[in-house]
């Protein structure tokens, strides 16, 4: 059924706020007013720092989580929120743990793209290894000779045998990919233009051969693929280094994380707080009337500084924006979690719970009553 709340305002020393807020959000009895003030910034200076201080190192938290995969379990230590001083300490060391990650993926993007690089080499260099000759040769420009290289569909490749011989150009097809011929063109310097306006003509694509092709193709393929094994056993370093490093800095990473969870809290709740020119924080929310005394002993118990704890029930303008925080026995749980489903009451609203209960039982036994008829008239039907 619902409870009764209670409208509290706590007045606490800055330096006891993130404790205060932590401890109301550890013990599950304070739902936060949420200020006018948020609208319009924080009425809570030290309060903003906090807040852009916590969200800061934990994006940079979700960052390092991404990078490693995953995070060790948070530190059973320390006890108590920090402060602001302690949260930029810890903000400031997971930049530095993020500059080595960053570093670290930096060198994997690095060696990823030199090893597609490479396997892409390997590829194009596949239609020259039937060439018995230093492939620099084709890049070197000649003094009466010039070497055109690339591609024509074989479709068109009897045509054009033909028209070079016109031309009195030497036409060399060393290798087939798909449906393309790579051939090479030797031609006089002179000719060289109506021999590339006939190629134009038959679907010539020309090929720069790029500047790794220098030597034989065996000895460019050899050096190629040592490239390709010594990126391989980087990535490996790399992956060695990379474990080495996160079990080097997963006690860090676990007390930083233990940091953020404790500064969690006053992060979420300062922008609904205020500070007073008197430099207190005061926080404003809503409890059950039945965790008062509770909350008062808790916060006798653990802030250092002294507190003023105001409480009144809610006045009739406030009820649209009281918490509505209904208490059941354990026999009415399933039918309030039935209710759940359309909506939970306002506060002080009327709660079919119970009325929803009595129907429920009683239609379903209503239900029952005429399928168990059902049954016996067929059962009898069947018999006779």
């Known amino acids: 059924m619902a409870q009764k709340m209670l409208h509290v305002s706590l007045e606490v020393n800055e330096q006891d706020a993130p404790r205060a807020a932590y401890l109301l959000a550890k013990y599950g009895v304070f739902s936060p007013e949420r200020s006018l003030l948020r609208s319009y910034g924080f009425g809570n200076e030290p309060g903003q720092q906090y807040h852009d201080v916590y969200y800061q190192a934990e994006a940079k938290l979700i960052r ?28 400031s060391l997971l930049m530095e743990l993020l500059h080595i990650a960053d570093h670290c993926n930096a060198s994997r993007e690095r060696f990823n793209s030199e090893m597609q690089r490479d396997q892409a080499l390997l590829e194009q260099l596949e239609p020259f290894k039937a060439l018995d000759l230093d492939l620099q040769q084709l890049r070197r420009p000649k003094r009466f000779l010039q070497t055109l290289v690339g591609t024509v569909p074989e479709a068109n490749l009897e045509d054009l045998k033909g028209q070079m011989a016109a031309l009195d150009v030497v036409l060399e097809v060393f290798g087939h990919h798909r449906d393309q011929a790579y051939v090479a063109a030797i031609c006089l310097q002179p000719r060289c233009p109506a021999a590339r306006l006939v190629l134009t003509h038959q679907g010539w694509e020309e090929y720069e051969l790029p500047p790794e092709f220098s030597g034989r193709p065996p000895a460019v393929e050899s050096h190629l693929k040592s490239l390709c094994a010594r990126i391989t056993q980087s990535v490996d370093e790399l992956a060695q280094r990379h474990e080495h490093t996160f079990d080097g ?16 809290p006053y ?18 929310g809503w409890i059950p009337s039945r965790q008062a005394d509770r909350l008062k002993t808790i916060l006798n118990d653990t802030l250092a500084y002294p507190y ?45 719970t119970l009325f929803f209960t009595l129907s429920f039982v009683a239609m379903f036994g209503m239900m029952f009553g005429d399928v168990g008829h059902g049954l016996t008239i067929m059962l009898a039907a069947l018999l006779l």
Do not use: M, N
């Open 249 to 264: 800095i997963a006690d860090r990473l676990a007390h930083a994380e233990r940091v953020l969870e404790l500064a969690e």
């Open 308 to 352: 003023d704890l105001k409480q009144r029930a809610p006045e009739q303008a406030e009820r649209g924006d009281v918490p509505s925080t209904p208490l059941y026995p354990a026999w009415l749980g399933p039918f309030a979690d039935l209710v759940r489903g359309y909506g939970v009451p306002c506060y002080g609203d009327f709660d079919p």
């Open 267 to 284: 992060a979420r709740l300062s922008p609904d707080s205020v500070t007073e020119a008197s430099g207190q924080v005061v926080i404003r």
């Open 64 to 91: 390092l989580a991404a990078h490693y995969g995953h995070l060790p379990e948070p530190a059973q230590t320390p006890s108590e929120p920090p402060t602001l001083r302690q949260l930029r300490e810890t903000d």
